[in-house]
């Protein structure tokens, strides 16, 4: 069913499906933190109750980036991954980075740094951590 065919009802503020019949489980993709911000959002958790809201498990580690900062501590010579490291902890002489929240999505909340200087920034800042940037035809480093 598309988010489209759900409506609330004004009368107990909870959810229906287009035939009238109250939904009692829910399979969502959309962030918690963005969802709250929506109009639907308060809604949502006063029924949460009535409902189930079922999230894809691998989400709670794929919908974050906090992961590649100690894969990289583990293995820093891996051909697979960007040097990672939380703000605080990044050496001086890292100029070129992608600094992104560590719930990083939609592209909110990245700056992209070259050479010390910002040539792309989209706001939101939370749980800051800087990753290798690797600009288009710089070559492959190691």
């Not at 963005?34 to 958790?45: D, I, L, Q, S, W």
């Not at 006063?46 to 992961?67: E, K, P, Y």
């Not at 583990?74 to 980075?97: F, G, H, I, N």
Request: charged share 25%.
């Amino acid at each position: 069913m598309a988010v489209e065919q759900i409506t609330k009802s004004r009368v107990d503020g909870r959810f229906y499906d287009r035939h009238g019949d109250h939904i009692g489980v829910i399979f969502k993709l959309y962030p918690y933190e963005f969802m709250v911000e929506e109009e639907f959002g308060e809604a949502c958790f006063r029924d949460i109750v009535n409902i189930g809201l079922c999230d894809a498990a691998g989400r709670s580690i794929g919908g974050t980036v906090w992961i590649e900062q100690p894969l990289f501590e583990r293995d820093p010579r891996s051909k697979w991954l960007l040097p990672t490291y939380l703000e605080r902890e990044a050496p001086a002489l890292m100029t070129s980075y992608a600094r992104k929240p560590i719930y990083s999505r939609e592209g909110l909340g990245i700056r992209l740094q070259q050479e010390g200087r910002v040539i792309q920034e989209q706001g939101m800042n939370s749980g800051i951590r800087k990753r290798g940037f690797h600009p288009p035809g710089a070559g492959l480093y190691a």
